[in-house]
């Protein structure tokens, strides 16, 4: 089975801290994602690496960068944390195989930022 | 724009019965489509997926249905059960966002 884990399950942040969120998975997938996800708004997703060390922009990327230096870790990157950062971060991974792209997901980290 | 999303965000389901969710796109180009099931504390998880070549697909009591010609799919679980009980979400192979899914309570 797919095993996806982040690094935390839950995290209590400053504002102005920088915050690193990690996410590793154990199949060699190529694709991986981070989503946060809140009440009503579902999941969104805030970027998606292809490859080692290339990265794409989601539909919310602003505020947050991200990591892919191996391909089994992709990290995301709050560069200085605020209050509307506080949300529940889900990283996800896959293997796109002749068009078949299903997502694995962590179990996710909720963060609160104070 | 392309969106892909679902048409109630909750759904009440007697234990026994069968439930229907369904879920909308706008990319008639899609080829490939996934329900995913997200059970409190835990991140989503593969149920079923359907290819753009067919229009049903089966497995252990749910079913996928696909209707290209009003870009519509549904999800239909048979005898929900309370561990049905989850929020559920649909994608695409063109859309990496998941909508604010349904969540579907079962009574007993």
């Known amino acids: 089975d797919v095993k996806v884990t982040q690094s935390s399950r839950y995290l209590v942040k400053r504002t102005g801290e920088k915050v690193f969120l990690e996410c590793v998975q154990d199949?060699?997938?190529?694709?991986m994602f981070w989503y946060r996800q809140d009440p009503g708004l579902g999941l969104r997703l805030i970027y998606f690496?292809?490859?080692?060390?290339?990265?794409e922009k989601g539909d919310i990327p602003e505020g947050y960068s991200v990591s892919r230096e191996k391909k089994e870790r992709f990290s995301l990157i709050l560069e200085s944390a605020s209050t509307n950062q506080t949300s529940m971060y889900l990283c996800?991974?896959?293997?796109?195989?002749?068009?078949?792209?299903?997502?694995?997901f962590g179990p996710g980290t909720r963060l609160t930022v104070l | 724009g392309e969106s892909v999303g679902l048409h109630l965000p909750t759904l009440s389901v007697q234990e026994g019965d069968n439930s229907i969710i369904n879920c909308a796109y706008s990319?008639?180009?899609?080829?490939?489509f996934i329900w995913y099931k997200q059970e409190s504390g835990k991140g989503p998880q593969f149920i079923i997926d359907?290819?753009?070549?067919?229009d049903k697909r089966q497995g252990q009591r749910v079913t996928v249905l696909l209707n290209k010609t009003v870009k519509h799919l549904s999800l239909q679980i048979a005898a929900t059960q309370p561990g049905d009980s989850a929020v559920y979400f649909c994608?695409?192979?063109?859309?990496?966002?998941f909508g604010a899914g349904t969540t579907v309570t079962v009574r007993a």
């Open positions: 996800a991974s896959s293997l796109p195989l002749a068009g078949r792209d299903t997502q694995y």
């Open positions: 199949m060699d997938h190529e694709n």
């Open positions: 690496s292809y490859d080692v060390k290339m990265k």
């Open positions: 990319n008639s180009a899609s080829d490939y």
């Open positions: 359907i290819r753009s070549n067919m």
């Open positions: 994608s695409n192979d063109y859309k990496l966002s």
